[in-house]
């Protein structure tokens, strides 16, 4: 009895779990759709743009400029005294150069005196060249005339006569070949003047280089700081005579990694990272590793008018690195973790992989420059920033311009 009881349970109870399922397969299928969200995209092309390093580095005044002597001379004048305010182009000092005076007018009528002799020879050169060319016409005519003759009948001819013939084309010979030696003892000495005159003319424009470094003109605007000579003493080649500083002019050393040695090229123009943007640049690297922290030291100069700029203040600047390959540029709000971007297709967010490569400042505002395993190209990226993006997730979006 009990287990009859028991298997009638058991029984209801399949037969009211069969029911059910079979009702719950019947029901429609209900399914919450989920609301688009509206986002901006643009579209990814590949770029060539360097990436931007952020360095920092320190005002620093320029040391005043040491002009020194490239001459062996007698110091003749000074015009400044220290502390003495210049302009570029100002006589500074004179040295004497009477010597150097004396043997630039000497070296001057030498080289007048051999274009002189040049020009007569190339005036008898050009007569020798006349002279024989006439006496190989008449070598020729001489030659043809004893041809003539000597093809004359044996009965028609006489042997004083054709000796005379040969004894004029013999006497032609030896004219041509004396204007033929002529002109060429004239090219060789028209060729040895001008080798002397070449020289004289080295050594002339030397000594007028001589006599301009004895004339010390200020290299720009500036301050004296130290006059080293006084009138009266002579100098020696190297010797500094006078020092200059220029209030105005300072650079930026900057210390960076020295893994970017490679990448910075002197006379490469970068921005400060102010509200001026001053340009600056690179004018010295030093290729002297500090092993204690991998850093080497550069020198930024400013290109245009000198910003005020407290000595030794610290300041920052971005300089351009280029990269071996190409790579996408996207605005900041489209990199999630450092490590994704997300790619619209068909209304739907698709998660991708990226490596970011480097940043740069457009108008102030940074994009980052990034690489895929996959190519990207022409493919939209989400540039509205999500609180929690998915894949999958449905959206609608509106292209917008790089």
Same mark, same amino acid.
Do not use: W
């Given at each position: 009895?009990?287990?009859?009881?028991?298997?009638?349970?058991? !029984?209801?109870?399949?037969?009211?779990?069969?029911?059910? @399922?079979?009702?719950?397969?019947?029901?429609?299928?209900?399914?919450?759709?989920?609301?688009?969200?509206?986002?901006?995209? &643009?579209?990814?092309?590949?770029?060539?743009?360097?990436?931007?390093?952020?360095?920092?580095?320190?005002?620093? $005044?320029?040391?005043?400029?040491? *002009?020194?002597?490239?001459?062996?001379?007698?110091?003749?004048?000074?015009?400044?005294?220290?502390?003495?305010?210049?302009?570029?182009?100002?006589?500074? *000092?004179?040295?004497?150069?009477?010597?150097?005076?004396?043997?630039?007018?000497?070296?001057?009528?030498? +080289?007048?005196?051999?274009?002189?002799? *040049?020009?007569?020879?190339?005036?008898?050169?050009?007569?020798?060249?006349?002279?024989?060319?006439?006496?190989?016409?008449?070598?020729?005519?001489?030659?043809?005339?004893?041809?003539?003759?000597?093809?004359?009948? &044996?009965?028609?001819?006489?042997?004083?006569?054709?000796?005379?013939?040969?004894?004029?084309?013999?006497?032609?010979?030896?004219?041509?070949?004396?204007?033929?030696?002529?002109?060429?003892?004239?090219?060789?000495?028209?060729?040895?003047?001008?080798?002397?005159?070449?020289?004289?003319?080295?050594?002339?424009?030397?000594?007028?280089?001589?006599?301009?470094?004895?004339?010390?003109?200020?290299?720009?605007?500036?301050? *004296?700081?130290?006059?080293?000579? +006084?009138?009266?003493?002579?100098?020696?080649?190297?010797?500094?005579?006078?020092?200059? &500083?220029?209030?105005?002019?300072?650079?930026?050393?900057?210390?960076?990694?020295?893994?970017? @040695?490679?990448?910075?090229?002197?006379?490469?123009?970068?921005?400060?990272?102010?509200?001026?943007?001053?340009? @600056?640049?690179?004018?010295?690297?030093?290729?002297?590793?500090?092993?204690?922290? $991998?850093?080497?030291?550069?020198?930024?100069?400013?290109?245009?008018?000198?910003?005020?700029?407290?000595? !030794?203040?610290?300041?920052?600047?971005?300089?351009?690195?280029?990269?071996?390959?190409?790579?996408?540029?996207?605005?900041?709000?489209?990199?999630?973790?450092?490590?994704?971007?997300?790619?619209?297709?068909?209304?739907?967010?698709?998660?991708?992989?990226? &490596?970011?490569?480097?940043?740069?400042?457009?108008?102030?505002?940074?994009?980052?420059?990034?690489?895929?395993?996959?190519?990207?190209?022409?493919?939209?990226? @989400?540039?509205?920033?999500?609180?929690?993006?998915?894949?999958?997730?449905?959206?609608?979006?509106?292209?917008?311009?790089?």
């Amino acid at each position: 009895m009990q287990k009859r009881l028991i298997l009638r349970i058991f !029984g209801f109870t399949l037969i009211a779990c069969t029911l059910l @399922l079979l009702t719950a397969s019947r029901l429609p299928s209900q399914s919450i759709e989920e609301t688009p969200l509206k986002v901006s995209s &643009q579209k990814l092309e590949k770029h060539n743009a360097p990436r931007m390093l952020k360095l920092y580095g320190k005002v620093t $005044a320029l040391k005043p400029a040491d *002009i020194e002597s490239t001459v062996l001379s007698k110091v003749t004048a000074i015009y400044f005294k220290e502390g003495d305010q210049v302009k570029q182009g100002d006589l500074l *000092i004179e040295l004497d150069h009477t010597s150097l005076k004396i043997k630039k007018a000497a070296l001057t009528a030498e +080289s007048e005196k051999i274009q002189s002799s *040049i020009t007569q020879l190339e005036s008898s050169f050009k007569h020798e060249q006349a002279l024989k060319k006439y006496e190989l016409k008449l070598l020729n005519q001489a030659k043809d005339e004893l041809k003539s003759y000597q093809q004359l009948n &044996q009965s028609y001819q006489s042997e004083q006569k054709l000796r005379a013939y040969k004894e004029v084309v013999i006497t032609r010979e030896k004219q041509y070949t004396v204007h033929m030696r002529n002109v060429e003892s004239l090219i060789h000495d028209i060729q040895q003047q001008q080798a002397n005159l070449d020289v004289t003319t080295a050594n002339l424009l030397q000594v007028i280089h001589d006599i301009d470094s004895n004339t010390i003109k200020a290299p720009f605007d500036g301050t *004296i700081e130290q006059v080293f000579v +006084s009138v009266g003493q002579v100098t020696q080649v190297g010797q500094p005579i006078i020092n200059i &500083q220029n209030p105005q002019l300072i650079f930026i050393n900057v210390f960076m990694p020295a893994q970017y @040695l490679n990448h910075l090229e002197p006379g490469k123009s970068q921005a400060m990272l102010n509200n001026s943007h001053e340009t @600056l640049m690179l004018n010295r690297i030093s290729h002297n590793v500090d092993e204690g922290t $991998a850093h080497i030291d550069a020198a930024y100069y400013f290109t245009q008018q000198t910003p005020l700029l407290a000595i !030794g203040s610290i300041v920052s600047l971005y300089a351009d690195i280029n990269l071996d390959q190409e790579t996408y540029l996207i605005p900041e709000t489209s990199i999630y973790q450092d490590r994704f971007i997300y790619i619209i297709d068909n209304h739907s967010l698709i998660e991708k992989n990226i &490596q970011p490569q480097g940043i740069r400042y457009i108008q102030d505002t940074p994009y980052y420059l990034i690489s895929s395993e996959e190519d990207l190209t022409s493919k939209d990226v @989400l540039t509205t920033r999500i609180t929690q993006p998915r894949n999958g997730m449905r959206v609608n979006h509106v292209p917008e311009t790089q």
